[in-house]
């Protein structure tokens, strides 16, 4: 009796999820299974509503009360449904607090401080990152140890040098010290080192690129989605910044923060025209959040399948 040898066992042999071997008909199980869909749950989708609600209450809120007048917005209940002052409210605090100007100067202000922000940070990072040298690591602490000095403790002596350099009440004295931040550096430092791997900096080495090269070539379109996150956060937060410009600055050439100042000065403050300032003041960051966020999500997961 003659008899059949048997099939070797490979590592790559196509298996179950109980262990066992799958024939043709398991594999084409296997793989449909692979690219079957996976849906949330009714729980989720119960989750992610709430928490929408919770977002957008705060906007809705604002918009509520831009649309009333003072009296109504100081009652008990108070309205939740829009009232029909928006627009009149909206444009009283266009004109009281002179936010066409302050928008033009919070959109240079923001501007340069993320491209500023962006450029030197991801410069930086990829040098701690990826290049060695000579006191790196202590560079890099001395750089993540000033985000422990709160800022307050400078405002003396940086008024003291803007004053001498000319630049008091103008746009200068609010970009010229805030065009790179120590967040920023350690953000980009830490996504380079897990994202660009070394092997591509020492073939760019081998073919006889130099380090600025390597940069525009290789690393920053490795950076592109980090670069695209700490854009936004930088500009948000540079748009809302409201302690240093309301110092250096005075209203006849504002920022949006400082402008909307304007509207609370008196004895009696109009509620509903402050919340129509805030609601002008909070359009251009939706407008740039509406127009920019799918390509900045669709970057983030692009970098992450990558990495």
């Known amino acids: 009796m003659t008899t059949q040898s048997l099939p070797a066992r490979t590592g790559t042999e196509a298996r179950t999820p109980a262990g066992r071997p799958a024939g043709r008909g398991g594999r084409r199980l296997l793989r449909q299974r692979a690219g079957r869909q996976h849906h949330a749950g009714p729980l989720s989708y119960v989750l992610l509503g709430i928490m929408a609600l919770l977002s957008i209450f705060p906007l809705y809120w604002t918009m509520v009360a831009a649309s009333t007048d003072n009296t109504r917005v100081s009652q008990t209940p108070p309205p939740f449904l829009p009232g029909p002052n928006l627009f009149s409210n909206l444009a009283r605090a266009w004109d009281e607090a ?68 000319g630049w008091s009440q103008q746009l200068p004295a ?25 092997e591509l900096v020492e073939a760019g080495r081998v073919d006889g690129a130099h380090s600025l090269r390597i940069f525009w070539s290789i690393v920053l379109p490795v950076a592109r989605p980090a670069m695209a996150v700490l854009f936004m956060i930088t500009f948000v937060h540079a748009w809302n910044d409201f302690f240093w410009p309301f110092v250096v600055l005075d209203m006849t050439n504002p920022t949006v923060p400082v402008a909307l100042t304007q509207l609370s000065a008196g004895y009696v403050r109009d509620q509903s025209l402050i919340m129509a300032g805030a609601l002008l003041g909070t359009l251009p960051l939706l ?21």
């Open 174 to 198: 609010v970009i010229f010290p805030t065009l790179v931040s120590a967040v920023g550096v350690f953000f980009m430092r830490q996504y380079l080192s897990e994202a660009l791997p070394d």
């Open 98 to 165: 002179a936010m066409g100007k302050a928008m033009i100067n919070s959109l240079i202000v923001a501007g340069v401080i993320a491209l500023s922000t962006v450029m030197f940070a991801t410069l930086a990072g990829f040098a701690f990152a990826k290049l060695r040298f000579k006191g790196r690591n202590v560079l890099l602490m001395l750089v993540i140890g000033t985000m422990m000095v709160p800022p307050q403790l400078g405002v003396v002596p940086l008024f003291m040098m803007m004053a001498e350099l």
């Open 287 to 307: 407008a740039m959040f509406i127009v920019f966020g799918r390509q900045i999500v669709s970057g983030i997961m692009a970098g992450a399948v990558k990495g």
